[in-house]
């Protein structure tokens, strides 16, 4: 997938696993973009590792090591470049904010070392406008000056300034309601496992509430149709999962990795 030297000195790093229902919309985002596409799998068997080197992706086999370990891994395959742009493999560049990368990246003045970009999420068919809006990410910056912190709530940071992009990053994060709560059920055992706050009466019956009314009337996700009325629903559903598993941590044991039986 390497784009002429005429173009910016941009490497794409993409974390991937099991991907094949996005990947290709992702990689297909940056073609002409970048000089490299770097895709970091953690063990796919769905084809995903094959789909990516056919269309021109440069693929590095990592075993799963964390959600910031693994973006770490991702970013030091492009070193050498002067920027790098980091995606997930459910992620994609909308037309305008590729024109607002190529923009910002063509004025080599600009004191910027990295750039924010509002993510969206595409679900059941359309754009969720309000929900979970604005959701900015730093993704875009100087190679040399940018490092992840974290692991669980992994961030992008750089030294220097930074900025904002016009456009979105388009999330296909879930397929519908059922994959939403099978995805949040596993996030909700990973949250409890590290985060010992919560589990109490007070907490269950709370949480879920304040969960769905931030996105449904804070972030005016009623304005989203249904659509948002469910996406609302399933993070309150994630908070309610989560404070039960670590329930039954306080009251019953160690919680057990959900993933194993799936």
Not at 210 to 223: E, T
Request: aromatic share 6%.
């Amino acid at each position: 997938m390497d784009a002429s030297h005429d173009t910016p000195d941009l490497a794409v790093a993409i974390t991937a696993f099991n991907s094949m229902r996005t990947i290709e919309r992702a990689l297909e985002s940056v073609r002409g973009l970048a000089r490299v596409v770097v895709v970091v799998d953690s063990g796919s068997t769905d084809g995903t590792p094959e789909r990516c080197r056919e269309m021109g992706a440069m693929v590095v086999h990592h075993p799963w090591s964390g959600y910031g370990e693994q973006k770490r891994i991702s970013i030091a395959q492009c070193a050498g470049h002067e920027w790098t742009l980091v995606l997930d493999s459910d992620e994609s560049v909308e037309p305008r904010l590729r024109e607002s990368i190529k923009s910002a990246l063509a004025r080599s003045a600009e004191p910027a070392n990295g750039y924010e970009v509002n993510r969206k999420i595409w679900f059941l068919g359309g754009w969720l406008n309000h929900t979970f809006q604005p959701e900015w990410r730093l993704r875009l910056f100087r190679t040399s000056e940018g490092r992840v912190v974290g692991d669980l709530h992994e961030a992008i940071v750089v030294d220097g300034g930074t900025r904002r992009l016009a456009g979105d990053l388009r999330h296909d994060s879930f397929r519908d309601m059922d994959d939403m709560l099978r995805r949040h059920l596993n996030y909700a055992s990973v949250l409890a496992a590290h985060d010992g706050r919560g589990g109490t009466i007070f907490r269950i019956l709370v949480s879920p509430s304040a969960a769905f009314l931030k996105q449904l009337l804070l972030r005016r996700g009623f304005l989203d149709g249904w659509r948002g009325v469910l996406a609302a629903g399933g993070m309150a559903a994630c908070a309610l999962m989560k404070h039960l598993l670590l329930a039954q941590r306080r009251h019953f044991g160690p919680i057990g990795d959900t993933r194993s039986n799936a």
